[in-house]
């Protein structure tokens, strides 16, 4: 049962919110959309089920939507200990050494762990760490246990044992992919000190006290587990929050790993008469590289590798062709391995992916600016974070500020996770996240037959290095619910009856990494094989990057974040600035460095012949300090012009959409310095643009004004003048209201891109595309949003129509992409005919979509974004917005001295790192002279040419 329409609940803050339009500059402020409680009691439930009424659950379930939709902020300065407001709740535990204050105004946590008496230096700094974890357990367990208890089942392929059989398939793959907890368990203590191990255990023993308090009182029991009937509630482990950790690296780490995709379709673009060569041609153009025209996110920097930089990628057109001719025959009808229901892993091939996505589970997309004080009007550095990591109830990030020896920190955490934040600041710094984007996953096709020494069939052993070896085999058990059960439940579920099933998984080894076979085809003679295996350069490394977060947490200067960023291995981006003055950008994460002949983009035989070379060192790793531009944005954007492309993960054009904060932010500071309210306010403007319109594809329908332009009929001509009138803006606030986009401007593009995109796309692709044709079948589906706009510029074919359509394409296209039905002498010619035949196409669509030819009645509905839910409860759609689910702003005071302002460009990352830290007591000067050496001595020293967006 859904709650009140977004438009009621979208009114004024609720009552003792401190939320306010204009956040303080300097000071920080944060918001979250509905969702910072997930704790929903049976009497609440019971009454929402009869009324509808979201607000039965109680503060902080559904009040922040007004705040939210209404870019209001909460003043998230850091408070003292002894200050407890009206209607905050306080709790005292283990012996006073924990306290937790419940903020009444947001529900948010402010958590100090305390160190045990009588200790001192290291074993004091480890048992406060350790009572802060404690608290921070007992702190989310308390809001978000069933939440939690959703998200380790998703991280270990259990939830079946939930919800029911539609999601058995998603837990057999899940466990044939990740990890087990012997190996989980193994990366905890290669990776953690003692004093990490200590507070994972303590975090562990906070949540096990939340379960045992709840069980033994069923007013505190979450509605869910009795509407569910999942009692008793299974203890919590480290292995439960280092799976969610895995989740989380994850769903960000699989943009790569698309091999399957591309060759399946390619195999099918061949056969339909473009033979392998055509084949070849195709996946230049669709998965091409090295695009000068890209936006990155560290200025300066020219397109290609530097001369001696290791290269990832070290292939020419010719091996990928001879990768093409290697290939197994009709990958796309392989069968899916270690799954009981027959199927293809094409068609399944991102499963995972696909239920992160549409399950609210954790995610990150995300933008993020930063901006130097030469550039505000309070003279010290701005930072704005605006992680896109889903939208659910609760919601995905819990807030809270937590505290303890060389801990100071408010922002969000993952429930489950660990006692870490992911996004926040301290006294000294903020710092947000963006998805790198970089291909870190390689899929192999493998020579594969039964073992002669075996009679029971299931082992096999793999072709490697000329000699057959054994394969690892396993079996896994899943105890699966017959029937589905709803989220949010229903009053009255019968009681749940169980089956079990087994599936057997195999896993071969590359460059020393378990690769999970994900397709398994026998030949006639049933003796022989192929199969395809998935390597991760990520792969068993949740806890290290749980020390990653655990040093951002701790840093006290530039030097220290850069060496915490330093041990990241999933693929991120690290936005910063500091209250010395300094801002900067990390691009980090293990890319791995392919074999001669190599092409990432379509799989590799894996006979040992193409194994990685080990990983790109970190001293390439992209980053800038303090830019002479003053700014620096990010949007899962490529890093830097002379970084690699993202092989076969996303595929990054002139159009990316960070190039619309590029240009606004830009104009915004030509007018002069920004404070916080101005930047939110920029940010919020992109928000409301369709960035297809708005980066480039709006040019190419105006060109029809222009004098010596195709005929257009009357109705063309009107709809082509609403364009022409329209602002760009279409999401809300600013491009739409409480039903529809406010302009008919934005319904005649919208439309008529889809025509152009169906032009020029479909004589090449439909003929591999699953029938009916669509565009969507090659979007690249592990990441992007899962609802809402479709300018996200996460599918990897946009770009194809962006090149096709360009004046002068800014890379060698190896296809004419312009149909036949495009007429004309000269390529502008047959752009503008191609327009204005997708125009007309429109228009007749649109007046018969809306009955009627009166333009002004062509208003499409409001864009819209689903709350998923993972709770007893769910709520409406709320109007799309192209932001972040968490906002922060950290607005920092100006320094006492100005810090110096290091040169522009790709900063060799290493050396910056271990730089000498100037701990807690240095005076800014100082440690701007060391910036100034980490980026001007150590900086490669190279021409950097400027390139204009």
Not at 801 to 826: F, N, Q
Request: proline residues 9%.
């Amino acid at each position: 049962m859904a709650g009140p329409g977004w438009a009621t609940a979208a009114g004024a803050p609720a009552a003792g919110t401190t939320s306010t339009p204009t956040p303080p500059s300097p000071g920080f402020s944060e918001i979250l959309p509905p969702g910072q409680s997930g704790f929903a009691s049976l009497p609440a439930f019971l009454q929402w089920q009869n009324d509808g009424n979201c607000q039965d659950f109680g503060p902080h379930f559904c009040d922040r939507l007004g705040p939210y939709l209404g870019w209001q902020w909460d003043d998230s300065a850091f408070r003292s200990r002894d200050r407890v407001d009206p209607g905050d709740s306080v709790e005292t535990l283990r012996s006073g050494r924990v306290r937790i204050v419940r903020d009444a105004a947001t529900g948010a946590s402010h958590i100090w762990g305390d160190p045990d008496p009588g200790t001192s230096g290291q074993a004091a700094t480890d048992s406060s760490g350790a009572n802060l974890a404690y608290g921070a357990g007992v702190s989310e367990a308390e809001d978000r246990l069933f939440q939690m208890d959703v998200f380790r089942r998703a991280a270990e392929g259990r939830l079946s044992d939930l919800v029911g059989t539609s999601y058995l398939r998603y837990d057999e793959e899940y466990r044939r992919d990740a990890e087990t907890d012997t190996e989980r368990a193994q990366d905890a203590i290669e990776h953690l000190t003692p004093g990490d191990l200590a507070a994972l255990d303590a975090y562990v023993a906070g949540v096990n006290d939340v379960i045992n308090r709840v069980t033994t009182n069923p007013t505190l029991l979450p509605a869910e587990f009795t509407l569910l009937q999942d009692l008793p509630i299974k203890p919590w482990t480290r292995e439960d929050s280092l799976a969610i950790g895995t989740l989380e690296l994850k769903a960000e780490a699989e943009a790569g790993g698309q091999e399957l995709v591309a060759a399946a379709a390619l195999q099918k673009i061949a056969a339909a008469g473009r033979g392998l060569a055509g084949a070849n041609g195709v996946l230049q153009d669709w998965y091409f590289r090295q695009d000068p025209a890209t936006p990155p996110s560290v200025p300066g920097t020219r397109p290609g590798p530097p001369p001696g930089e290791p290269d990832p990628y070290p292939f020419a057109e010719s091996d990928s062709l001879a990768r093409l001719a290697s290939l197994p025959p009709d990958l796309a009808s392989m069968p899916e391995a270690g799954v009981s229901e027959p199927g293809s892993a094409l068609d399944h091939l991102n499963d995972i992916a696909k239920t992160i996505n549409t399950s609210g589970l954790p995610r990150f997309g995300s933008n993020a600016v930063v901006v130097s004080p030469q550039h505000t009007t309070f003279g010290g550095s701005l930072l704005y974070g605006g992680p896109q990591a889903g939208y659910s109830v609760p919601a995905v990030f819990v807030r809270m500020e937590v505290h303890a020896i060389g801990i100071d920190v408010e922002g969000v955490a993952v429930p489950g996770s660990g006692p870490v934040i992911v996004i926040g600041h301290t006294p000294q710094h903020a710092w947000s996240l963006t998805t790198g984007q970089d291909d870190q996953v390689d899929t192999y096709t493998e020579r594969i037959r039964k073992d002669p020494a075996d009679r029971s069939g299931r082992a096999i052993q793999v072709l490697m290095n000329g000699a057959w070896q054994p394969v690892e085999v396993r079996t896994e058990t899943y105890h699966y619910r017959t029937v589905d059960n709803p989220l949010p439940p229903v009053s009255s579920v019968m009681p749940p009856v169980y089956a079990n099933t087994t599936t057997t998984v195999y896993r071969t080894v590359h460059d020393g990494i378990p690769s999970p076979i994900i397709a398994l085809r026998w030949d006639p003679n049933g003796a022989t094989g192929w199969a395809l295996s998935k390597t991760r350069s990520f792969w068993n490394t949740a806890a290290q990057m749980g020390r990653v977060f655990e040093g951002v947490m701790r840093a006290q200067s530039v030097q220290d974040f850069a060496a915490a960023v330093d041990g990241t291995t999933v693929a991120f981006n690290f936005p910063y600035a500091d209250a010395d003055g300094h801002i900067g950008y990390w691009h980090a994460g293990d890319v791995p460095l392919r074999a001669k002949g190599q092409d990432p983009r379509i799989p590799a035989p894996g006979d040992g012949s193409f194994e990685w070379r080990g990983m790109l060192p970190h001293s390439y790793w992209p980053h800038v300090v303090d830019p002479a531009q003053g700014w620096v944005a990010s949007w899962n954007n490529r890093a830097a012009l002379d970084f690699p492309d993202s092989g076969d993960g996303t595929v990054w054009g002139p159009n990316q959409r960070v190039l619309g904060i590029q240009r606004d932010v830009a104009a915004r500071l030509a007018r002069g310095p920004v404070d916080a309210a101005g930047l939110a306010q920029v940010m919020q403007g992109i928000g409301s643009h369709d960035l297809r319109s708005m980066l480039f594809f709006r040019d190419i329908l105006l060109r029809l004004q222009q004098p010596g332009a195709p005929h257009l009929s009357d109705a063309a001509r009107q709809a082509l003048g609403r364009v022409a009138a329209w602002n760009g803006d279409v999401y809300y606030p600013g491009g739409s209201g409480p039903a529809t986009v406010k302009d008919p401007g934005a319904t005649v593009f919208g439309r008529w891109f889809a025509d152009l995109e169906d032009a020029v796309l479909r004589p090449v692709f439909e003929p591999a595309a699953p029938t009916p044709w669509s565009v969507d079948s090659f979007d690249d589906a592990t990441t992007g949003a899962a609802d809402g706009g479709r300018d996200e510029f996460f599918d990897n074919l946009t770009p194809v129509v962006l090149h096709a359509v360009e004046d002068t394409s800014s890379i060698p296209l190896h296809l004419d992409w312009l149909p036949p039905s495009a007429t004309g002498a000269t390529h502008d010619q047959r752009i503008d005919s191609l327009a204005a035949s997708s125009l007309e196409r429109a228009v007749g669509e649109l007046a018969t979509r809306f009955k009627t030819a009166d333009q002004t009645r062509w208003l499409d509905a409001t864009h819209t974004t689903t709350y998923m839910s993972e709770s007893a409860a769910d709520l409406p759609p709320q109007p799309f917005e192209n932001r972040g689910v968490y906002g922060l702003l950290a607005a920092f005071p100006a320094p006492p001295h100005a810090p110096v302002v290091a040169a522009a460009g790709r900063a060799a990352f290493a050396p910056l790192g271990r730089l000498p830290a100037t701990g807690g007591t240095a005076g800014p000067t100082a440690t701007a002279t060391l910036v100034l050496l980490g980026a001007g001595l150590f900086l490669r020293k190279r021409e950097r040419r400027r390139l204009s967006p």
